[in-house]
């Protein structure tokens, strides 16, 4: 969104209503800078609909991003990956306990699948709402901190972390065994926690160190298979 920001603000510096549009720009109110450029023939109607793609492109996913409540998110991501592999199915109608999401059914005995989801949003202004804080996935300067928590790697064979920016989604898919092994799983998330319970927080800084375990929607139904 910031790209977009940038080369918005070279022109909203021409207008008479600088300050208004500004101030609607940090909000993200764009329909509203978008009109009103036009309105003052600083733009024209095919800039206009150029910066309305571009807005689109960048922002599909704000929807995703703009929801708050904790359990509707999780609910998001379990939803998401369902409907997209077929084959991984919900295991609402199984005796999981809530140990686990989804499962793959093999010949003999099943995967047993846990899903999290994680937005990519600026950390370092806590007070602004999901939605305008929002990164894309290119800001290679925006500071992110998407912590996956309440796993418990003993109660399922695999985790599927989504990873929601602005304009894309990114998967990452870990083995129980790689997730208690990896340096970044912190156990004893709450006290009084029952299991081996933890969190990972995937971030600006650590990213990189994730790049083995990220996949595409079709890798990541190929190695289910072979788990």
């Not at 995703?64 to 409907?83: C, L, M, N, Y």
């Not at 990519?120 to 300067?141: C, F, G, M, Q």
């Not at 304009?167 to 029952?194: I, P, V």
Request: aromatic share 12%; proline share 3%; net charge positive.
């Amino acid at each position: 969104m910031k790209f977009l920001q940038d080369k918005l603000q070279k022109v909203i510096a021409k207008s008479n209503q600088k300050k208004l549009l500004e101030e609607k720009l940090s909000i993200g109110d764009f329909e509203f800078v978008f009109v009103t450029l036009l309105d003052e023939k600083l733009i024209t109607y095919a800039d206009y609909l150029n910066f309305r793609s571009e807005h689109s492109k960048r922002n599909q996913n704000l929807a995703v991003i703009k929801i708050t409540a904790p359990r509707t998110f999780g609910k998001w991501g379990e939803d998401h990956i369902a409907s997209l592999i077929p084959e991984l199915k919900p295991a609402s109608g199984m005796k999981s306990n809530g140990e686990f999401d989804l499962y793959y059914q093999k010949p003999k005995g099943i995967v047993k699948i846990e899903v999290k989801a994680g937005r990519a949003i600026d950390r370092t202004n806590d007070k602004a709402p999901y939605h305008e804080r929002a990164l894309i996935s290119t800001d290679v300067s925006g500071l992110f901190d998407m912590n996956f928590q309440q796993m418990k790697p003993t109660c399922f064979d695999a985790v599927i972390m989504i990873g929601v920016w602005a304009d894309k989604f990114k998967y990452w898919l870990m083995t129980s065994a790689e997730m208690k092994a990896n340096k970044y799983f912190s156990t004893g998330q709450h006290r009084g926690n029952k299991g081996y319970e933890g969190q990972i927080h995937i971030k600006t800084e650590n990213i990189a160190d994730f790049a083995k375990f990220e996949v595409s929607l079709e890798q990541l139904l190929a190695k289910v298979k072979k788990l």
